[in-house]
T-cell receptor
Framework: AQSVTQPDIHITVSEGASLELRCNYS??????LFWYVQSPGQGLQLLLK??????LVQGIKGFEAEFKRSQSSFNLRKPSVHWSDAAEYFC????????????FGQGTTLQVKP | DTGVSQNPRHKITKRGQNVTFRCDPI?????LYWYRQTLGQGPEFLTY????????KSRLLSDRFSAERPKGSFSTLEIQRTEQGDSAMYLC?????????????FGPGTRLTVT
């Protein structure tokens, strides 16, 4: 069965520091991979996606993620975190085929220290 | 493009009552999804429509839950005889149907509290 694991439930970084959020997936074929961000009281906003091709994908707000098939990982990175990045981040895997439904990880809450 | 909208944003109901939520997708999106998110968890898939056809339902969707999308535009999710375990955020998302555009756009959600 497909699954997504985000090993870090809560991460705290200082403003200006670099960030890496981990995501591991279990999927039998090449997955479609996504990172979403959710701020309090807001819906989920898509940060970036990977379908195929270049394994390093760029997203909005200065985020990037790298797909590593050998490690079944899709980690999210940002070189310099801003206080406004504090939010909950979700990694998700999509099923190829007709459904397109997403399987989400548990989420990682990012706190940014001034 | 006004985004995905959901109404109401908050609903408080007593156990045993019925509730109905509405989702209006982005106008050109013919796929519509419902997810449920409980505190501290990621969203869990409930069901999905392509146009007016409901093509998949999760085992999470018990007999008390029903979803419709009568004209392939807006969708409703009804929960009958609510239970405290139904308290959650109910999220709606929409997308285009082709593989190149699988990204789903989410609404703000409806937060249900069952007392």
């Amino acid at each position: 069965a497909q699954s997504v694991t985000q090993p870090d439930i809560h991460i705290t970084v200082s403003e200006g520091a670099s960030l890496e959020l981990r995501c591991n997936y279990s999927y039998g074929a090449t997955p479609y991979l996504f990172w979403y961000v959710q701020s309090p009281g807001q819906g989920l906003q898509l940060l970036l996606k990977y379908f195929s091709g270049d394994t390093l994908v760029q997203g909005i707000k200065g985020f990037e993620a790298e797909f590593k098939r050998s490690q079944s990982s899709f980690n999210l990175r940002k070189p310099s975190v801003h206080w406004s990045d504090a939010a909950e981040y979700f990694c998700a895997v999509g099923r190829s085929g007709n459904t397109g439904k997403l399987i989400f990880g548990q989420g990682t809450t990012l706190q940014v220290k001034p | 493009d006004t985004g995905v909208s959901q109404n109401p944003r908050h609903k408080i109901t007593k156990r045993g009552q019925n509730v109905t939520f509405r989702c209006d997708p982005i106008s050109e999106h013919n796929r519509l999804y419902w997810y449920r998110q409980t505190l501290g968890q990621g969203p869990e898939f409930l069901t999905y429509f392509q146009n007016e056809a409901q093509l998949e339902k999760s085992r999470l969707l018990s007999d008390r839950f029903s979803a419709e999308r009568p004209k392939g535009s807006f969708s409703t999710l009804e929960i009958q005889r609510t239970e405290q375990g139904d308290s959650a955020m109910y999220l709606c998302a929409s997308s285009l149907p082709d593989r190149a555009n699988y990204e789903q756009y989410f609404g703000p959600g409806t937060r249900l509290t069952v007392t």
